[in-house]
Structures are given as C-alpha cells and as structure tokens.
C-alpha cells in the first residue's frame, strides 16, 4: 500500500481546472473519512475560485476492494473530467483569459453540486 491509515490526502486545483472524479472518489468511498474542501480565491494569473481538499485515510482497502469506491461516478463527472482536461491543454497553449476560466468554475461547480460534491 502507498498509504497507510490515517494518511492525509491534499489536493489543490480541484475546481478549476478540475479534479472531478478525485472527488468522487474521496467522496463516496468507504476508506476515506474527514473529507474537507475549502473555497479560496487563488492567486495566479487567473485569479478565482479554486478548491483545496483534504481527506483522510481511516482503512486501507485490500484484496478485491483495493480497487475503489465500489460505486461509479455519475456519468456527468465523467464529461466534467474530459472538459476540465480540455481547458488544462487550452491553458498550457495560452489560449485562455480570465473570463474563460471564471466561466468554467462556475460550470463546474454547478456540476459537482449537481453530484453531490460542494
């Protein structure tokens, strides 16, 4: 096992441009517990809303239900995933402006509330 219980798990980014199905995972899985995320206004060149995540490990999974959560994430994380690694590709081409990913925050954070992930 990479982690072992009691771990904690931190993840930034996870908003925009997005970690939706990390937070699925974390989320709806029997091994994790003291799941937090907080809002903050990030402070890059594209200042706006981000999401910070903790989690921590509580049981290690093992033998067959090492593989996850047992539960597969609703299909719309699915296209929010391949859309959040859309704008990622767009940002690394410079071909993004402060309104596009304000826009793209704003989507995605209904999406997730849509999910059950706030």
Do not use: N
């Amino acid at each position: 096992h990479l982690l072992t219980p009691q771990a904690r798990v931190l993840a930034d980014c996870v908003l925009r441009p997005g970690a939706p199905l990390f937070l699925w995972h974390i989320q709806s899985s029997p091994w994790y517990g003291e799941v937090t995320t907080w809002a903050f206004l990030d402070d890059t060149p594209f200042p706006g809303e981000d999401w910070f995540t903790v989690a921590t490990l509580i049981a290690a999974p093992s033998g067959r239900d090492a593989g996850g959560s047992g539960s597969a994430p609703p299909a719309a994380l699915g296209r929010l995933a391949w859309d959040a690694d859309r704008w990622r590709r767009r940002s690394q081409e410079g071909g993004l402006r402060v309104g596009d990913w304000s826009a793209f925050a704003h989507h995605a954070r209904g999406e997730l509330r849509r999910c059950g992930i706030e």
